[in-house]
């Protein structure tokens, strides 16, 4: 095993929290924003934002369906950028330490966010949003910690290429091989015969069994751009370009694949994960270019905001019904009146006013240095 260089860690890069920010404000808010659009009377265009602003039925993708991945592309980032600094402190068996004990302490989060055992054993869901990052995190950081560039990309194409292998050529107990719809697939069927407590769906969970073999390449993905960025010798710029070319890259192979292994997010098939790490990486060099490299950042400073309390505002809007309390400001009368002016714009009001109060709040907890970090 060779593990990575101690190279000198390169200051905290302003981009990263902000592209966080982004993320976790779309998941915070999109849900609220693509009902406010489909019951706006505004044509085609509200059509379209609430549509991409929602998840595809099955196969396709939307920019919702982005957020995920990108997601788990930015824990993927933060793991050469957080671990090495604590290699070069105080050694590799406490990023070992580091790497266990952030992961089962995000798993138990998960477990606890969807009701714990409260509902009993059989109702415990196991997998789910935080549980899936807690497992893509620790891929990650045992990866780095353990292996060289060439090891993890290996890793990365076995998973992809495995997972595809598996749905496309072993057959489902009762129906063909090769079959991605909902409830044909090897994937839903391992999950509503062999996946333990609570299934999401009943028949299939989206954070399931199998397809957690392509989520920890999404994260791997991320991993090399944290690892390409913190490079030492390369210029600015040239970080910047490789950041793009990789993003075409695997834009061009992922669209290209979902000719045969269509785009679904719900059982993440590999084509999914490269459109989605694509992405991931030309949003990553927009925000680095512009953010870092230019120093144009005021922007973005509510997204810092959320970015640096990610988790925690994650679990607030779980507990907090932000739509319910801006009721109290854009609510009854309010809404009458914005509804007279424009059919459904009552519901955009609420929508917008409650992710404004979110961001408001990640703003309070920011200014007085209140962070929920595991």
């Not at 396709?60 to 788990?72: C, E, K, R, S, V």
Request: charged share 10%.
């Amino acid at each position: 095993m060779s593990a990575p260089p101690a190279n000198p860690v390169p200051p905290r890069l302003e981009s990263l929290d902000a592209l966080r920010g982004f993320t976790m404000f779309w998941i915070v808010g999109a849900d609220h924003l693509a009902a406010a659009f489909r019951g706006l009377d505004g044509g085609a265009v509200s059509r379209f934002l609430g549509y991409q602003l929602g998840h595809a039925d099955w196969a396709g993708f939307t920019f919702y369906d982005l957020i995920f991945p990108l997601f788990l592309f930015m824990v993927g980032v933060s793991v050469p950028l957080s671990l090495d600094r604590i290699v070069a402190r105080e050694g590799r068996p406490a990023a070992w330490r580091r790497v266990f004990w952030r992961g089962a302490l995000m798993y138990a989060l998960g477990v606890l966010y969807y009701g714990g055992i409260a509902q009993g054993w059989d109702q415990v869901r196991w997998v789910g949003v935080l549980q899936r990052l807690a497992v893509v995190y620790v891929a990650a950081g045992l990866l780095h910690l353990s292996c060289r560039p060439r090891t993890i990309a290996a890793v990365a194409v076995a998973l992809l290429a495995g997972y595809w292998a598996l749905l496309t050529f072993v057959p489902v107990p009762g129906g063909a091989a090769g079959d991605y719809t909902r409830g044909h697939n090897l994937a839903n069927w391992i999950d509503a015969h062999w996946l333990p407590g609570k299934v999401w769906y009943g028949d299939y969970d989206p954070e399931g069994l199998l397809s957690t073999l392509p989520a920890i390449a999404s994260g791997l993905i991320g991993l090399f751009a944290g690892r390409w960025l913190q490079a030492p010798g390369r210029a600015p710029g040239a970080k910047l370009r490789g950041l793009v070319v990789a993003g075409v890259a695997l834009l061009v192979l992922g669209y290209a694949w979902s000719g045969q292994f269509p785009l679904i997010k719900r059982i993440w098939t590999s084509s999914y994960a490269l459109v989605g790490g694509g992405w991931s990486l030309l949003l990553l060099a927009a925000f680095h270019g512009i953010i870092d490299l230019r120093g144009v950042a005021r922007w973005a400073t509510p997204f810092v905001w959320i970015g640096r309390n990610a988790l925690l505002i994650y679990l607030v809007s779980h507990l907090v019904d932000f739509r319910a309390v801006s009721a109290y400001f854009v609510g009854g009368p309010v809404a009458a009146a914005l509804d007279a002016m424009w059919p459904g714009l009552s519901g955009l009001a609420l929508a917008l006013t409650s992710i404004v109060l979110c961001t408001a709040l990640c703003g309070w907890l920011h200014a007085r240095r209140i962070f929920l970090r595991l």
